[in-house]
């Protein structure tokens, strides 16, 4: 794959899928809803209060001829019951804070937890690199530990062979520099992912870093500080540091650098769509495919 619209034409050849919006008040989230709909990759169930629903649907001219509504006072816990009675495909983030729909993804009695932490998964098409750029984590796990780092490779990794069909991928732990320095805790977890991975302890993927950015999209800078590995100006994956650093390199690519993107929150057994009202409708209908790929 290596246009992001494939996403959109891979999910319509997998069949429609159902979402649950949980608070579906949102004119943003059901204008992305509709346009997903439109396309024929999912039919949608509208949680929360009917009247805010329907005056969100008038906003955004919307149809709810086509929608169940269930009134809700509880449309977090509401929509996520309809994944786990298997009345829903996967879960959308309506008019609700993101920590509220994912607590109410996390609780035990739904029984949707992997052991993996949650993150969000974004893939980039951009014409200044030669193929598809899944990047994490940009919008979930604030300062990722080791472990944690893992979990968001794993999350990833599972992006790269189901959605984007790499079967394996290349991932790049990204910090400041090429080189481990014991002061910069992100070199340091850079050098053992990549040991890990070499030893099987993580699988499905060739990890390698540090690397500085330059160095993991750009064979001419990799070769300019002498690198040499299988990553270096090939990555698939790149692994950010830390909220802040993905969330950055997200808008940079988005506003400064004109790259389309689609992105889903993994790590549950159901994935969360989750789209911001920044984001063009463009985003939104990719984003709501990349998820529907990721029931699979």
Do not use: W
């Not at 309809?82 to 008019?95: P, S, W």
């Not at 390698?208 to 950015?213: I, M």
């Not at 999209?217 to 690198?227: M, Q």
């Not at 040499?228 to 650098?257: C, H, Q, T, W």
């Amino acid at each position: 794959m290596t246009k992001l619209f494939e996403l959109l034409e891979k999910a319509k050849n997998n069949g429609k899928k159902i979402v649950a919006v949980a608070a579906a008040d949102d004119d943003v989230v059901l204008r992305a809803v509709e346009m997903a709909r439109n396309e024929g990759i999912v039919d949608g169930i509208l949680f929360g209060d009917t009247q805010k629903i329907i005056a969100a649907a008038e906003k955004a001219r919307v149809d709810l001829k086509n929608y169940e509504i269930i009134d809700s006072k509880n449309p977090a816990d509401d929509a996520v019951k309809a994944v786990v009675d298997k009345r829903a495909h996967f879960v959308m983030k309506g008019n609700i804070k993101t920590g509220d729909l994912m607590k109410a993804v996390l609780k035990d009695e739904y029984n949707l937890k992997t052991g993996r932490t949650m993150s969000l998964v974004s893939i980039f098409e951009t014409p200044l690199y030669h193929k598809l750029l899944i990047v994490t984590d940009a919008g979930m796990t604030i300062a990722p530990d080791l472990d944690q780092k893992v979990h968001l490779i794993e999350n990833a990794v599972l992006v790269a062979r189901k959605a984007v069909g790499v079967e394996k991928p290349k991932v790049a732990i990204l910090g400041a520099i090429e080189v481990v320095n014991p002061k910069m805790e992100a070199t340091v977890h850079a050098a053992l992912l990549a040991k890990m991975n070499d030893r099987g302890q993580i699988k499905g993927c060739i990890i390698d870093g540090p690397f500085a950015l330059d160095n993991a999209v750009s064979k001419e800078a990799a070769e300019h500080k002498g690198i040499v590995s299988p990553v270096a100006g090939d990555a698939d994956i790149l692994v950010m540091p830390d909220i802040e650093a993905g969330n950055i390199f997200y808008k940079a690519m988005v506003f400064l650098a004109g790259s389309k993107v689609a992105s889903a929150i993994i790590g549950a057994k159901c994935p969360v769509a989750l789209t911001s009202r920044a984001d063009s409708d463009e985003t939104k209908l990719l984003s709501l495919a990349l998820t529907c790929l990721m029931t699979e």
